[in-house]
């Protein structure tokens, strides 16, 4: 039988991801913000309500642009967390579970180690909280919801680090890219295939669950900015010479919303509950790159 799924966010990277590898396993329908207004929590909670049958909400809808937040903080909150506080309690009304997607972003990067689920939050910027806010909402309200933390999400769509390196290249020689902050990248396209796999062990688990909570998903291995976008251009540009990339300070790249030096997430849990061990970040790049590049070959032709 077919699973039906809800999914708040049409065009971004992961909707889109989630979009192309659903298959015939899980029915999704998109909502754009078009078609919902995210501002609007009578709205949200509506949309679901009118769906005559449905196993899964996910949302995979934000508002993530993390400098602007600083002078829109009531947007970031309405989107990041008044929303998915709505799509949480008609959740629980209407028996469904609920994924909702947030970011290594609520903490602060002061630890030394790699951040897990149980780590006390402490965001550095308007954009953190307000996700924090939303983890919180989503949390209280929906008793069959997970909450997965990503960080540095990359994919052959949307806007990330993966395109904007790519796009400055075409008109600049030198880069400066930060060399002090660390992650574990997450793949869209694997942390989607993640998605769809789960849906039906989620759509049948019982409030109280191991599934549901926090969890964090990232591909494996741990790296810079600067040592990704190394990578990018060694995959992207094979038979090139690539722009030369210059390693800076973050205090060097002064930004409206300040960064974490330390962004990464230990994925241990999800091995526990899940059974999964994501693949390394470079294998998932190389499979983003060859799919923008499989995307403008058929631009050209």
């Known amino acids: 039988m077919t699973l039906r799924a809800l999914q708040f ?25 078009a078609d919902v207004d995210l501002m609007d929590t009578a709205a949200v909670a509506r ?85 924090l806010a939303g983890e919180q909402a989503v949390l209280a309200a929906c008793d069959r919801a997970v909450v997965l933390r990503v960080s540095w999400l990359f994919s052959a769509y949307g806007q990330n680090f993966l395109q904007a390196m790519l796009r400055l290249a075409q008109s600049q020689p030198r880069l400066r890219v930060v060399a002090d902050q660390r992650a574990r990248p ?33 591909n494996a291995g741990v790296t810079t900015r600067h040592e990704m976008a190394q990578a990018i251009f060694a995959l ?17 790249f002064p930004t409206p919303a300040r960064r974490a030096l330390n962004a990464e997430l230990d994925c241990s849990r999800l091995a526990q509950v899940f059974g999964v061990t994501p693949r390394p970040w470079r294998d998932a790049l190389g499979e983003a790159i060859a799919a923008l590049a499989a995307a403008q070959d058929r631009k050209v032709a």
Request: charged share 20%; with cysteine; net charge negative.
């Open 47 to 131: 949309a679901i309500g009118a769906e005559p049958v449905l196993d899964l909400v996910i949302n995979a809808a934000a508002y993530t642009a993390v400098d602007k937040a600083e002078d829109e903080p009531d947007l970031a909150y309405a989107i990041n967390a008044w929303a998915p506080a709505a799509m949480a309690k008609a959740c629980a009304e209407r028996g469904a579970a609920l994924v909702h997607i947030s970011t290594d972003m609520v903490f602060s990067g002061a630890k030394a180690a790699a951040y897990v689920e149980t780590d006390a939050p402490a965001p550095l910027h308007v954009y953190g909280a307000s996700k």
């Open 186 to 218: 997450t793949a869209s396209g694997d942390l989607a295939a993640f998605i769809l796999d789960q849906a039906p062990r989620l759509a049948a688990a019982p409030a109280g669950a191991k599934e549901w909570g926090l969890l964090h998903f990232t």
């Open 9 to 33: 966010g049409a065009s971004g990277q992961l909707a889109r991801e989630l979009c192309d590898r659903a298959g015939e396993r899980v029915e999704i329908k998109a909502l754009s913000r």
């Open 236 to 252: 992207a540009w094979p038979d090139r010479p690539p722009p030369e990339i210059e390693p800076i300070a973050t205090r060097d």
